[in-house]
């Protein structure tokens, strides 16, 4: 029997993904036996050095309240994203990278734990102190985290991952891709609910 492969392509600060979150998570429940579910980080803002204006900042609470209205996933916005925040994501997919070197298991529920910390709790994922605290929460080691974090093989294995995710020319998130022997296939580049991506799903296991 031929394997298939879903990748799931995200990022931890994509409020896209963060509406797919619970997508995703039926898709692993049902699917999870038939299938190899791999995330990779398709890194939304790696790098950014300069803090948002007030203007982007709007602008992005705007995607924000889109997302609440669609999929009805919680977010606080009050306060989201204060003066001088700089958006990068590289540091909290770097942390979901460095959960999977640590655990491989960990990687989605780790994933979805920045998520959750990012648009419900309004704590800054982009700093090392937040994401070892996530990591301690998780059940895993804060010291082997924070020295895996900082270590030249997350940071590699993290920009391996963003790009990967260009190579595959994929530039939009969530997105994700079927693998078999014919190649790969997009299932969804976008947010769709479960139902419609289940009924794609069953077609392709069937083939």
């Known amino acids: 029997m031929i394997e298939r492969t879903l990748w799931y392509v995200a990022d931890p600060m994509c409020s896209w993904c963060w509406g797919f979150s619970p997508v995703i998570e039926a898709i692993r429940r049902e699917y999870g036996a038939r299938l190899k579910m791999e995330l990779l980080l398709g890194g939304l803002r790696p790098g950014t050095k300069d803090a948002m204006p007030s203007t982007q900042r709007e602008e992005i609470l705007h ?47 780790f994933s979805k734990a920045v998520q959750s910390a990012f ?25 082997q985290f924070s020295q895996v974090f900082e270590s030249d093989t997350a940071k590699s294995q993290t920009l391996g991952h963003f790009q990967k995710a260009r190579q595959w020319g994929v530039h939009g998130f969530p997105a994700v891709i079927m693998q078999d022997a014919t190649g790969y296939s997009v299932l969804t580049a976008g947010y769709r609910p479960f139902e419609e991506l289940r009924l794609k799903l069953d077609e392709w296991l069937k083939g």
């Open 63 to 109: 995607h924000w309240r889109a997302v609440h209205r669609m999929t009805g996933q919680p977010f606080r916005f009050e306060g989201a994203m204060p003066a001088g925040f700089i958006y990068d994501t590289e540091p909290a997919s770097r942390g979901v990278v460095a959960a999977s070197i640590i655990n491989s298991d960990a990687i989605f529920p």
């Open 119 to 143: 648009y419900v709790e309004q704590r800054d994922v982009t700093t090392a102190v937040v994401l070892t605290r996530l990591a301690s929460d998780a059940g895993l080691d804060a010291r």
